[in-house]
């Protein structure tokens, strides 16, 4: 049986502008993206928080998918949420608007149950929260995290603390450099490396990720798709996958993580062919072990 | 025996200045460096043009490298000069002088025993001169070419007209953009494939290089350093390894092809360790393979 996969993060609704299209009030959010990527791998506990506005239906949606909602907290008042435009190039994208509402006061608690999780991911929000999470867990296996710029600038020394008990770091390029001060990628994952994790996962959009350890370097592209429709929660997912991947395997070793980000790019990969979750929503076991089958013809030189 | 690989485009002295250091008047050029790095693999053929400053130095050089120059004029006049300053950012530099000289007048004439070179790849010159050096070849088994944003903007029907005649093109991700007016790298990709050569290599510096042939697409990363010194003659060296390999190899197809953009992106890596070609000059097959075998473990989920 797979190991269990525990995330804390943000639970929103999502109104997304494209040049071709939009969405509005769409179910999204950190720990969503994650939890449903996770899904297809393992058994995932959330940890999350939404309002009295948040429907059964999208709660029902996600129990389907396999995720234990006993950790997802009601609160009076309306679940977080959040608006942005993509430009026609797709990596860029404004926020036109972020309404907390009560993700503002979440301060994550995690159920009984959830403490023994093997796996456990601390999605983007403050260090010391994500650091409370952690002293609530009992011997997990492997706990990563994720940040931005915001708390790199604001809280550095939580942060840093933070990193220093975490066993794995998947962040975007933009922040290995801006958290490492270095503006070349190894010298910047070394330093990184250096302050605690055993594992750096960089994000790097459509160029794929890089996985860096002490002594290794594993580099996997994006898979080149002909439309992306909308690139939101595309980080988010690939986490997902990552965290499932390593979950259901069981082990976290050079050969599991490399294979578990690979997962992790083929679920990000389809998040962004629709919007919101819809593609996820359609998306099977099959078609992801389809796609991973393409990544090895993507990559392949040795034979 | 090998097949041999003939090459036309800029021979030049450049000056080069980065934020940590800078060289004068070092040898320098598109086709100085696709040479030189081919010249690990395979026989050479230059076609260039030098002043009469050129010193019998770079000259015996360039043949201990195993370069024929029968095809490498010698003009009344200076050699080709070009100085340049990389940002922080080693992606972005600005030119400082240009100085074409000879280089203004070079009107490529292949010798006699060019004739039957088996690769031929065409650096960036005006495209009505490519394709008059192509209309020079017997029967060549792939011909490539470069080309930059200038000759996309200034002689876009003589350079459609070269495209629609060669078998490879090797371009920027920039230039990709900008020659198919898409933004998608997939659907550019296609459009560029449908002007009529069967291969396209798309460089994208430290993200690496992605190959497109109708049906098939191959990603390979850059190999990450921890030291980039000096990014100029990056692509042309790429281009020379991957040439210098189909040369070796003798075959054109999906897995030779493959195998000749890992062994251009080995070398290119080698060649902006340092300044201008004196990496290259001390580099041994030994390091190339060795590197290649690094690229393997860097990519390698399968195992």
């Not at 996969?5 to 009030?25: K, L, M, N, Q, W």
């Amino acid at each position: 049986m797979s190991d269990s996969v525990c995330v804390v993060g943000s639970v929103a609704f999502d109104t997304i502008e494209t040049p071709d299209g939009r969405a509005d009030d769409v179910l999204g959010g950190a720990s969503t993206y994650f939890s449903v990527a996770a899904s297809f791998f393992a058994p995932v506990n959330l940890v999350g928080i939404v309002g009295t506005d948040f429907p059964d239906e999208e709660r029902r949606f996600l129990s389907q998918c396999g995720i234990n909602l006993e950790g997802l907290v009601e609160a009076e008042g309306r679940t977080f949420r959040w608006s942005g435009r993509y430009h026609e190039n797709m990596n860029v994208r404004d926020t036109l608007d972020t309404q907390l509402n009560v993700f503002e006061h979440f301060a994550p608690e995690l159920p009984e149950s959830y403490r023994s999780s093997e796996l456990v991911f601390l999605g983007n929000i403050q260090p010391a929260l994500q650091s409370n999470v952690l002293s609530q867990l009992e011997k997990p296996k492997c706990v990563g995290a994720d940040t931005m710029n915001y708390w790199i600038e604001q809280s550095p020394d939580e942060l840093r603390r933070l990193i220093s008990r975490v066993d794995l770091l998947s962040i975007n390029d933009s922040e290995v450099f801006q958290l490492s001060g270095e503006s070349n990628i190894v010298r910047a994952a070394r330093k990184i490396l250096d302050m605690g994790p055993r594992h750096l996962i960089v994000k790097r959009g459509e160029y794929g990720a890089l996985y860096f350890s002490s002594g290794e370097i594993f580099a996997v592209p994006a898979f080149p798709l002909e439309d992306v429709v909308d690139p939101t929660g595309a980080g988010d997912s690939f986490a997902g996958g990552v965290f499932g991947s390593l979950a259901e395997t069981g082990t976290v070793d050079s050969r599991s993580l490399r294979r578990a980000i690979v997962y992790g790019s083929v679920v990000a990969s389809f998040t962004v062919e629709h919007f919101g979750l819809n593609r996820l929503k359609a998306l099977t076991r099959e078609e992801i072990e389809e796609r991973f089958g393409q990544f090895m013809s993507l990559t392949d030189f040795h034979s």
